[in-house]
Structure formats: C-alpha cells, structure tokens
C-alpha cells in the first residue's frame, strides 16, 4: 500500500574529513567532493521550510561539520528559533576540544551523535586511517561529563569486530546509547566485501545478555526497523543491519515510485531523508550525485519550490520486502 512519509533533513556542512575510515565512501555522505559551499542564507531559509511542514529531524553531518564550526553555531541558532523537532550533530568527535564553548549554548536542544567503533586504540587508529584515538576519546569522556545528550554511533567491519561486545559494556557503564550498523555498501563505492561483517554473532551474544525490546524504525517512523536492547543502565543499544545477506532484521525499506528507474533499486538503505549536499544541491535520494536542485544562493520562493518538488517524491512510497530477494 503506498503510503506518505515524512523524510529527515540532513544538512551536509563539508565534503572534507580529517578521517579516512575504512568502510566511508569518499567524501562522506555527499559521495562526491564539493568544491563549493552552500550559502548559509539558503540553508536557513531551508531549515525554515522544514519546520513548516514538520520534518521529524534535522541532522548536521559531513564530512567532518566541525571542520566548519561557525556554520554549525549558525545553524544550531537558527534550529533554536524556529524548529520544535530533533536535531542531531553527527561527528567523529576529534575536534570537540575546540569548541565546547560554542556547542554547549545549545546542548540542550541536540544530540551528539559520535563515531566510535573500538576501545583499542590500535584498531581504532587503523579504522580511521589516522593517529586519532587519545584526542577522540577524551573528547568522548569530556562530552559525558559536561552532560550532552549522546549517543555512540559504531559500523562493526573485520577490524574491530571482535571489540564491539566491550564498547557495549563501556556505553552502559558511561549511561549512554549505542547504535551498531553493518557496513553499508554504497553499491560499490567501498570495499565492501573485504570489510563487511554480519552482525549475527553479536546479536546472539545481545540476546543472551540484554533485553530485547520491540524493533524500532528511525523518528518519524522511518527507515530499517532496528533491533533494540536495554542496557542495564536504563540506555539502549539498537543493531541496524543494512545487507541483504543477513539473516535476521530484513524488514521492509521504503520507497518511492521515482525509484524504479534508479539502477541501484532495490539499494541498502531506501528513502527516508532529504539531504542538501555540501555544495547546495538539495537531493530526494543521494546515490545518483548528479540528480537533485542547486539551491545556493537562489531565492526564497526558488527554495521553497525545490523543497516542495523534492518533499513530494516521499508523497507516494511503498514498502519492499528484501525477504523477497534471491540471494
């Protein structure tokens, strides 16, 4: 039955990281490098339309967004005002040092979302491809003692599988939630087959140690339905399996009659966010880089009327069971 979903809005600040994780495609979720910036004005006036209409979540991501703090303080200042819903900082957590000054005039209205996949910081240097983990961690631990709303994020690959049962436990001892993904394909954009992990050994380990909860979809009731736990602390960890080879959580993906003709139907992940990529070009899906509408610098009612054309792809989805894929 087709049906109307109520998409997020992930605002892409960079194409630039200064991480180079094994199981990221180039560019983070922009997918392509921008050599332009979006002008903060349209992605207000974008920010404004969503609160119109009452998207669920406004999510800041990258790239690395606090490579470009001011803009994010912009943002955060213009959510304040003028959006009643969630909104989610995601960062790898590196440069949190430098500005918690700027993040805690607003802590109260957003959670931070930090990527964290291992407590060994030999792994985690090798995931990252950097020398990363003393600065990211107490970053981490500082974020938990000046109070934020957290939540770990962790894509579980060949290197740090057999770590992610510990970080689990850590998160429970600290009072925060974790989120576990598998690594998603970017239909070939990574390495996919070198580095993907399935999640059913941990998710036997989680079902002999934790409570399991009621599957759970994204806010908004959107997205993969997830597995959920509760930890002993009252927080939660939720396994989100992206592959079409798992054999478990393969629940149905929306999505919308423009993606027929897309030759990646059926992808990983489905429709469930309107991204605005670093450079403006504000996209219903984001796999196919050159489809979407250029909203930099243009007009309020020019905004407005991209946003409505990108909205009404979401007006007539329909849900695909990867059940029914041959594998």
């Not at 990258?62 to 304040?80: F, V």
């Not at 430098?98 to 005039?105: E, G, I, P, R, V």
């Not at 910081?121 to 003393?134: M, T």
């Not at 998603?184 to 409570?211: H, P, R, T």
Request: net charge neutral; glycine share 4%; with cysteine.
């Amino acid at each position: 039955m087709n049906q109307v979903i109520l998409p997020s809005l992930s605002i892409n600040i960079t194409s630039d990281c200064n991480f180079q994780c094994v199981y990221c495609p180039p560019h983070g979720e922009n997918l392509v490098e921008c050599k332009k910036i979006c002008d903060i004005k349209s992605i207000v006036t974008l920010i404004n339309l969503a609160s119109q209409v009452k998207l669920p979540v406004i999510r800041i991501t990258g790239g690395e967004p606090l490579l470009i703090p001011d803009r994010i303080e912009r943002i955060l200042s213009e959510c304040y005002e003028n959006y009643l819903g969630k909104i989610i900082l995601n960062t790898n957590g590196s440069l949190l040092h430098n500005n918690w000054k700027m993040l805690s005039k607003y802590k109260e209205i957003f959670l931070l979302k930090i990527s964290f996949d291992t407590l060994s910081e030999r792994h985690f240097n090798k995931i990252i491809n950097r020398n990363l983990f003393k600065q990211t961690y107490d970053n981490l631990i500082c974020a938990i003692d000046l109070g934020f709303s957290i939540e770990i994020n962790t894509v579980v690959n060949r290197v740090n599988k057999h770590q992610v049962i510990d970080l689990i436990s850590f998160a429970d001892e600290k009072g925060i939630d974790i989120k576990l993904f598998s690594v998603n394909a970017y239909e070939g954009m990574i390495d996919y087959d070198n580095i993907y992990v399935d999640l059913s050994e941990i998710v036997e380990i989680l079902d002999n140690k934790y409570q399991r909860c009621n599957n759970e979809k994204l806010c908004g009731n959107r997205g993969i339905s997830m597995l959920k736990y509760k930890l002993t602390s009252d927080c939660y960890v939720w396994v989100l399996e992206h592959s079409q080879k798992s054999q478990y959580n393969r629940e149905e993906k929306h999505y919308s009659q423009n993606c027929l003709e897309c030759k990646y139907y059926p992808c990983s992940t489905g429709r469930f966010s309107i991204m605005l990529r670093a450079d403006g070009l504000l996209q219903g899906c984001r796999m196919i880089p050159e489809n979407g509408i250029d909203i930099s610098k243009r007009s309020c009612s020019d905004i407005k009327n991209a946003f409505e054309q990108i909205l009404s792809e979401y007006s007539n989805c329909f849900e695909f069971s990867s059940q029914t894929i041959k594998i």
